[in-house]
């Protein structure tokens, strides 16, 4: 079985622009396991996981996530990381829906991973999503 470590880079690379695969990225969590935005306060299970990645995906096609630092503690993995990409699809905001703006976005984000028995029994994501807007130019700026 991977360290603990190599699921959350194998996790990361299934949530990549067009090669964004969420059926693996989904599979990579427990039966009980979410993924929590912690910017919204949304919390989402089984298939909404991958429904949220994809969606990030059609608004951003070259999304990458650039891993900055890696803390493995036993069955705990942070991550600190840039969001980037490229705004080329439409973006759901709480104000509305964001038509593509060209605009390129580097977003500082801090993931927090729960593993047990090789499966993320959870994924807390405290993302800049005021950052996110400011670079998009409908934030305060």
Avoid at 39 to 46: D, E, P
Avoid at 124 to 130: F, G, K, T
Wanted: with cysteine; glycine share 12%.
């Amino acid at each position: 079985m991977p360290g603990n470590e190599a699921i959350i880079r194998e996790l990361y690379a299934a949530g990549e622009g067009r090669g964004t695969d969420t059926e693996k990225f989904v599979s990579m969590f427990s039966a009980e396991g979410y993924m929590w935005d912690m910017a919204t306060g949304v919390k989402f299970r089984g298939q909404a996981i991958g429904d949220s990645i994809a969606r990030l995906a059609n608004a951003f096609p070259d999304v990458h996530r650039e891993m900055l630092n890696v803390y493995v503690a036993g069955n705990v993995v942070v991550v600190e990381t840039a969001i980037q990409g490229t705004h080329r699809g439409e973006l759901a905001l709480a104000s509305g829906t964001l038509a593509p703006t060209g605009k390129v976005i580097d977003v500082p984000s801090c993931d927090v991973f729960h593993l047990e028995n090789g499966k993320i029994v959870s994924f807390h994501c405290y993302n800049e999503a005021s950052a996110m807007q400011q670079q998009l130019g409908v934030g305060p700026g």
